[in-house]
């Protein structure tokens, strides 16, 4: 068994360890969360998306370091969806992470999808958790594009930067793809290869049009240059106000609410599957059903219907029986 | 309502407009599914998969040109997990299948993933038995990769193709990937480029090893040169020969039957979570627990197995009376 006293105590390789379970989705994954669970809440999870190429892993590593100047510990989750790569493998473009590899104080993970993109946004919540738990102050999720599955990953963030780059029309592509509505802060990196100008009067003037922003945060646009260090500490401090700001408002309670509910209805979901598949997965209880849909005298869409009532009839009886002796679980 | 009557007939833009709505999860699916059911099961599936690069397209194209030569009608599915690219849209490199794009007799579609991987198998899945109502004796399934997702698609071939390229080390790769299972019969293509005995003699001696052969369907391997026209007619003889098998030794009959039953589970799991989502997924009936949640007073993990007995429960009385009364569906 996995000693979550340790982790709290900041033992590394039992973080490792623990996420590499979670990852893998080992036996007691489920107990281990639930202990873990009363230790969270103290990190500020940033999320960094954007298009591929915008230089999101060197706004990360400038973001580890500015947490680290405050001496905060960090953890980085790198989530290549694209990627069957999961655990200690580093991505190509993070070698220069690896000047933080010795730093006591900086967990980086990557993470690849593994068959199912729904689970790696899950298991990024999880692992956020894990880290929370070990004493990360400020827990970074990078991901390394912004299709459907980063947008998913990046719900689990408090404060999400959107990084573009000037002159590619990357901010047209972003309004496609829906990004607009999880930016907290713009980040125009690489502003010395390009006129941002341009740019930041397009974004302003999208925020224009949306009501959303009348008395509340309103997305701030960052132009940013890691080569020329410009804007850099104006974007950490932006980090922190937009925390601030969320904390004070009632914002962050609302969306972590929100979280919560949604983590909720997904591990019932996800109990539920478990159990239906338990039960009715190996062709068990089917018999001659099979052969008549075999033989079209039946169909697979009217049989669903009836599985699902007597999944809901014969979990009932059995599951009401626990519930009355407390057995749960 | 699109009508399933033209698609029995073989109206082209039917069958188009029908899987569309399958693939946009459009209303009216399941019951469309179900009136499609009753007339499929005429049609032979044949799944091609393999590495990138290893030809499956040009061997599609053959096999097109193979059942054409019979006067059969053929239907293309053209899957690939890593793009968002659906419908009409043809992948780069199957501009040569365009030459079928003219005979009323070939349908050829592409289909790319939407944020889910389970969810393209499925479709696909749907997409199988839209183009056996309407008619196509042979379908073709192929993949661009040979990863987890493209293993899920390929259980819904009847016969399925591993394609790999000579001199590549690509079937060091396959045993990896765990493909070894799904194949019917290994195609060594580009044959005219390498030495493919070391190769054939590799897999012979993995299938030697493998008890599951012995008395039923050993995979053969053939090589093929599209270029130089060459294994080709062998190839599609055993395609034919692997159904003939099937069908006469009842592995037909046990692999549909095995299909149909996962089909019927994950039908419905899908409509359970349906059900879940609705009555518990905007955080209704949630009250005062999600504050305790965020005050870490309670857990997730427990609270979601409360849940599910919460959802059993609720879904039982009201689903128990439509039941009685037979208002079921």
Redesign the interface.
Known sequence: MLEVSKLIQGEKRTAAKIITLIENNGVGK??L??EI??H??GAHVIGVTGSPGAGKSSLTDVLIKMARAENRKVGVIAVDP?S?ISGGALLGDRIRMQEHALDQNVFIRSMG??????GLARATRDVVKVLDAYGCEVIIIETVGV???EL?IMHHADTTLVVLTPGTGDHIQTIKAGIMEIANIFVINKADLGNTKKMITDIEQMLDMSPRYTGCWRPPVVPTSVVNDTGLDELWALVKRHLEHTRQSGEM?ES???R??????????????R???EQ??N?GN?GT???K??R?EA???????????R???Q??NE??IE?DTGQ??
Do not use: C, I
């Not at 169909?299 to 009532?309: C, G, I, M, T």
């Open positions: 489920q107990e969360l639930s669970y009363p969270t809440g694209t069957p999808t593994r068959g199912s993109l729904g299709g459907q599955s998913d309670l972590v609410r929100k919560l509910g949604t983590e909720v209805v997904e591990l019932a979901e996800e109990e539920l599957r159990m239906l598949w009715f997965g062709n089917m059903l099979l052969d849909l075999a079209r169909d697979p869409y009217k049989e669903a219907s009836r599985l699902v009532l999944f809901l009839h979990n009932q599951r009401g519930n749960t679980g």
